[in-house]
């Protein structure tokens, strides 16, 4: 099961307003957006804003 969460407290303010993906059968999270000081690549964020 797929279930989308956004973040709204977070330790590093770039991950603040982030959406998220937990796939439950597999055991990952996949970002889909974030703030442009994050580091996308090594989160697997698809998408950044500024």
Same mark, same amino acid.
């Given at each position: 099961?797929?279930? &989308?969460?956004?973040?709204?407290?977070?330790?590093?303010?770039?991950?603040?307003?982030?959406?998220?993906?937990?796939?439950?059968?597999? &055991?990952?999270?996949?970002?889909?957006?974030?703030?442009? &000081?994050?580091?996308?690549?090594?989160?697997?964020?698809?998408?950044?804003? &500024?």
């Amino acid at each position: 099961m797929i279930t &989308g969460i956004q973040i709204t407290k977070a330790a590093n303010d770039d991950l603040l307003n982030s959406f998220w993906l937990l796939d439950s059968e597999k &055991g990952e999270a996949r970002c889909i957006v974030a703030k442009a &000081g994050f580091d996308r690549r090594r989160s697997g964020c698809s998408k950044q804003t &500024g």
